[in-house]
């Protein structure tokens, strides 16, 4: 079966973790046992609910939309084949977050590392080509795409998609006291890199 459901179908409403979160988590319970019993249907909205949210993530993440949407394909069939699987130890959203981490890992394993110098890209751009709002957001994402992958992606699930550490744990497979040690990491590397292109 394709991961992709067609086109066509009606998008599912969605809402970001940590709003109505017992609610969605329900509604996800509900679908993902569906699918367990090879519902298509169900399938489908579990997929229009999750595409947005694995798209913002892995674009952040990978910074190529075809990886991303790669990644998400491969995501959705495993969670199509392994559904009847799911124990129920985490959220769904957990879960699923967890298989796009672990796909994504995987993938940008396998590409050459970005030729990507910060420096060398603000000095090609006037400052007066650049309102000062798009200019801090275009620091902060060439900021990121600095950092190791496994720090960037604290920061994503944590900032841009609002999991806790104890669930960012659970994403990435590893201990919270290393979530933490990564984000501390992160938010330093972060403050050294910023101060360079405010410079």
Same mark, same amino acid.
């Given at each position: 079966m394709n991961a992709r459901p067609d086109r066509g179908a009606p998008s599912a409403p969605t809402r970001e973790p940590g709003?109505?979160?017992?609610?969605?988590?329900? #509604?996800?319970?509900?679908? *993902?046992? @569906?699918?367990?019993a090879r519902d298509r249907e169900a399938f489908k909205q579990l997929?229009? &609910?999750?595409?947005?949210?694995?798209? #913002?993530?892995?674009?952040? *993440?990978? @910074?190529?939309?075809?990886?991303?949407e790669e990644?998400?394909?491969?995501?959705?069939? &495993?969670?199509?084949?392994?559904?009847?699987?799911f124990r129920h130890g985490s959220l769904v959203s957990t879960w699923i977050f967890g298989i796009a981490y672990r796909r994504g890992l995987k993938?940008?394993?396998?590409?050459?590392?970005?030729?990507c110098d910060i420096e060398a890209e603000i000095q090609v751009e006037a400052p007066d080509q650049i309102q000062p709002a798009q200019e801090r957001a275009d620091w902060l994402d060439r900021a990121l795409a600095q950092l190791p992958v496994n720090q960037r992606a604290v920061l994503e699930l944590s900032y841009y998609v609002g999991y806790s550490c104890e669930e960012i744990a659970k994403i990435m497979d590893c201990p919270v006291s290393t979530v933490?040690?990564?984000?501390?990491?992160?938010r330093q590397k972060m403050k050294m890199l910023l101060r360079r292109l405010d410079r």
């Open positions: 709003t109505g979160r017992a609610a969605d988590n329900l #509604r996800d319970q509900e679908l *993902l046992a @569906r699918v367990a997929y229009h &609910i999750y595409h947005r949210r694995l798209t #913002r993530f892995l674009m952040r *993440l990978t @910074r190529q939309p075809e990886i991303a990644i998400i394909n491969d995501t959705l069939w &495993i969670v199509w084949r392994k559904a009847p699987e993938t940008l394993q396998r590409q050459p590392p970005p030729a933490k040690t990564r984000m501390h990491k992160a």
